[in-house]
DNA sequence: CGGCAGCGCAC
DNA sequence: GTGCGC
DNA sequence: GCCG
């Protein structure tokens, strides 16, 4: 199974295209642009943890081996290149084969706005299934007809007739299903099982149910089936007492409604990030506070409000309780207005030991497990211990814009040795992240997600606690380059991380670097990498 | 028929 | 462990 | 819903 449709876009570089990079405010940070931050990065306070300065060939430090495909000794390797290879072939021999009827071919356009009759149609079933999962089956299925919704942006051929369908079958993930969905389109401009599922009374209530923040498919079912059909509905149950069941996070899902459905502009989001940013190094002076999310991708409005902490003395630890010393902040100033999670130090006291909501059979290295630790170097910080591990906060805020509007926000707080990583997951967009992780296990046998890209095989990976902390560690990356270099894919700025079909290996031509493992090697790498 | 990312928090 | 969200 |  292909997880990057290389091919696809391929047939963009050998055109007048050229992606036209957006200069919307703010939709760079230094995080990303190694070009520019890379000088200012502290990587030389981090005396102990030997930090990579620069983006450089993967084996300099990567314990990985370099492979031709052809001949890995891995079935699942093997087997993607070998679909890969056949499906190129009948690419090849379809577009020379002269069957270009029903296809008009243009100049590529900027990676959008192609064939947008059928993706907008995709994604309308993905949404009637993603919102309404009566089934398991229909996570699947919103999933995949999501994945298609983006596919077909990126072909290189508008389809305007349905003599194109033989074609569409060469390009993986056009089924049966889909492919007679499409050719519905071309006849009738509609498709029937849209109606379908948009008619149905009991799905529609569903559907309402699921958009309380907090509420999913199960509890959207057990709400429809007690009698509730609608927004209102639930409120007036709750009025009455019948509702008291609901957890607390549900009751202000209800509240906020409406609220939470609307996009904000992204002045809106750059105004309530400097409030949080502002109040952000109060708390903790020297703090690095990003805006991420569809924010930091560029577009013209966002859904929610994501902010990435980090603080550059902090390079393996986070300063204990001070994410909550900023919402209790940020609560007394009336921004903030209620929490959807709680965070070690947001009550009272300050010291951050009141509340123990992180656990301490927790497995990670760098995850949780307090370690004792005082004595900060810079005088503002010298009220915060070590916690070792992230902590995040969901919450909502008071719109400095709308008056009365609530938003939703995110604030992590992540140790700074794991800020590339951090600001990969918080940047998105979710489909993207898939793509990604799920490239890094399948062909690169690495689990990457938030805190860092970890080979298999070794003890994180496994989901063991390590006793020996060098063999948990993950593949060190200073900047989000040095991830996707780690990874052999082309380097994408924010605003292309849009799809699941964004992730472009980096030379298709060029072997392919799995991973080789040997644990006596990787814990010598390790060693190498952390300590030398 | 199994897999489709990988995790943290509330309950 | 399940449900939910990111 | 699609793939292997």
Redesign the pocket.
């Known amino acids: ?2 997880v990057t449709p290389a091919w696809i876009l391929a047939q963009f570089k050998h055109s007048s295209f050229r992606h036209q990079e957006p200069t919307l405010d703010q939709c760079w940070t230094g995080l990303a642009h190694p070009s520019q931050k890379r000088k200012a990065a502290p990587d030389t306070r981090n005396k102990g943890g030997g930090w990579i300065q620069k983006s450089r060939n993967l084996h300099e430090f990567a314990p990985v081996t370099v492979v031709k495909a052809s001949s890995v000794d891995n ?2 390797i093997l ?2 290149h070998q ?2 290879k ?2 190129i072939q009948s690419q090849q021999s379809s577009s020379s084969g002269g069957d270009s009827v029903g296809v008009v071919k243009n100049p590529p356009l900027c990676n959008r706005g192609r064939n947008e009759g059928i993706s907008n149609m995709l994604k309308q ?1 993905s949404n009637l ?1 993603l919102e309404c999962p009566l089934g ?6 919103a ?3 999501g ?2 919704a983006g596919r077909v942006k990126q072909l290189d051929f508008e389809i305007v007739d349905e003599r194109v369908l033989p074609r569409l ?1 060469h ?11 499409i050719k519905e389109y071309l006849q009738t401009g509609t498709c029937q ?1 849209i109606k379908e599922l948009e008619r149905d009374p009991y799905r529609k209530a569903v559907q309402s149910m ?1 958009k ?11 709400l429809v089936e007690l009698g509730y059909r609608t927004i209102r509905d639930v409120r007036k149950g709750l009025s009455r007492g019948e509702l008291d ?1 609901l ?4 009751k202000i ?1 209800i509240d906020c409604y409406e609220d ?1 459905e609307e996009r904000m502009s992204r002045s809106e989001v750059s105004q309530i990030g400097d409030i949080v940013i502002r109040t952000c190094r109060q708390v903790l002076p020297g703090a690095e506070a990003t805006i991420m ?1 569809s924010y930091r991708r560029g577009l013209p409005n966002c ?2 409000i ?1 902010v990435l902490i980090l603080h550059p003395d902090f390079v393996e630890t986070t300063p204990k309780g001070a994410l909550g010393r900023l919402i209790r902040m940020l609560h007394q100033s009336g921004h903030m207005l209620h ?5 070690d130090g947001m009550t009272a006291g300050g010291n951050g030991t009141e509340l123990q ?3 301490d059979d ?1 497995v ?1 290295h760098s ?2 497990s307090e370690i004792e630790g005082q004595g900060e170097t810079s005088m503002g910080l010298q009220k915060y211990g070590h916690y070792h ?6 919450g909502v805020f008071a719109s400095p814009t709308d008056a009365g509007k609530r938003r ?1 926000i ?1 604030i992590k707080i992540y140790p700074y040795q794991e800020r590339a990583f951090a600001s990969m ?2 940047t ?1 967009n ?2 993207f ?6 490239w ?3 062909a690169r046998g ?6 860092g890209l ?1 080979p298999n095989g070794t003890d ?2 496994n ?1 063991k606690e390590s006793v020996d902390k060098l063999k948990g560690a993950s593949l060190p990356a200073a900047t989000e380059e040095d991830i996707f270099e780690l990874l052999g894919l082309e380097y994408r700025a924010p605003s292309e991380r849009d799809s ?1 079909d964004a992730i472009v290996e980096k030379s298709t031509s060029q072997p392919v670097a799995i991973v080789e493992l040997d644990k006596g090697e990787i814990h010598h790498e390790m060693k190498h990498i952390w300590i030398d």
Request: hydrophobic share 30%.
């Open positions: 199974r292909t079935p699942m087997r993607i679909a890969k056949k499906r079933l299934h398991t089956m229909d996570h699947w299925r999933y995949h007809y994945l298609m079958q390009i993986q993930g056009f089924g049966d299903s889909i492919r007679n969905k099982k699921i309380i923040w907090s509420i999913g498919p199960i509890k959207g079912k057990e069941g957890s607390a996070n549900a899902g939470f999310g859904g929610d994501d929490d959807l999670t709680s965070v909501s992180e656990s927790s990670f995850r949780s591990g992230s902590s995040s906060y969901m939703r995110d997951y918080f998105g979710g489909d992240n898939r793509s990604m992780r799920l890094s296990s399948k690495m689990t990457l997600n938030d805190h970890f994180f990976a989901g699941f």
